[in-house]
């Protein structure tokens, strides 16, 4: 299927690994030009390399930034100039007590994880609405529905997260943009591998046992494994393309069906 990417311009936070880099390349495959991100210039490079390498014509750059710094925000804004697409994907995670979460840790996830698609659709949505088109679309949690026990500061910035899209989305009537947030579940990133890997090695398990076991435990899933990242990948091209029109202010699900709700 033709997504009618192939004049557009995206850029994609945090995608230089996991999500977002399966976003980029998923991009770049139907024709559209790609922006991605990352924190360390060295492995920002290797990706540029890399999706060059692996997309026949990949028309891709990469702009350093750190979004718990909102001055390296401002200064990407002032080089990106106007894109079509914009994928607020970057975030952090990680497990923690609740009494152990530090108010630094608090106020650095949400920086990165709700003050970043603030200050990135604060850039980018009003020049989006002038010319009459543009995506935005934030890669959010299932954990923002239902928020974790282990990992309280991470669900409630999804949470916070799922609420600032659709808040955007009342800005966009009849303007021809659209603010929607995909819902993911576990999905096996590079992040989510490392932490896997460490711990199994700490146990003296195989990795693909301690998988095994953590998708058993969740007895929501209906999928029955990890999500791959080109799963939620392939619904992001979707709903950054012409053909998602009618889908605006929206959480769609690629969550494995972890959660239980109908809606």
């Not at 698609?117 to 949690?141: A, D, K, N, T, Y």
Request: hydrophobic content about 45%; overall charge negative; proline content about 2%.
């Amino acid at each position: 299927m033709d997504l009618q990417l192939a004049s557009k311009r995206a850029f994609i936070s945090g995608s230089t690994q996991g999500i977002g880099y399966a976003i980029a390349k998923e991009l770049l495959r139907e024709g559209a030009e790609v922006v991605i991100n990352g924190r360390d210039s060295g492995r920002l490079h290797r990706a540029v390399q890399t999706l060059e390498r692996d997309v026949r014509g990949a028309r891709v750059t990469g702009i350093v930034a750190d979004f718990a710094c909102a001055a390296d925000v401002d200064r990407l804004l002032d080089s990106l100039g106007a894109v079509d697409i914009l994928v607020n994907n970057v975030g952090l995670f990680d497990v923690e007590s609740f009494s152990e979460i530090t108010d630094d840790e608090w106020r650095r996830c949400f920086d990165v994880n709700v003050m970043s698609g603030v200050r990135l659709s604060r850039g980018l949505m009003p020049m989006m609405m002038r010319g009459g088109w543009g995506r935005i679309i934030f890669i959010g949690s299932e954990s923002g529905v239902n928020i974790p026990a282990d990992m309280a500061h991470y669900g409630v910035t999804k949470a916070g997260m799922l609420a600032l899209s659709n808040g955007l989305a009342k800005l966009t009537q009849a303007t021809g943009v659209t603010v929607n947030t995909i819902l993911g579940g576990p999905t096996y990133s590079d992040g989510v591998a490392r932490a896997i890997t460490e711990i199994a090695e700490d146990q003296d398990a195989s990795v693909e046992d301690l998988k095994a076991g953590i998708i058993a435990g969740n007895q929501t899933s209906l999928l029955g494994r990890f999500i791959e990242p080109e799963e939620i990948a392939h619904l992001a091209a979707y709903l950054a393309s012409p053909m998602s029109s009618a889908t605006n202010g929206s959480a769609m699900r690629a969550d494995g069906g972890v959660l239980t709700t109908m809606l």
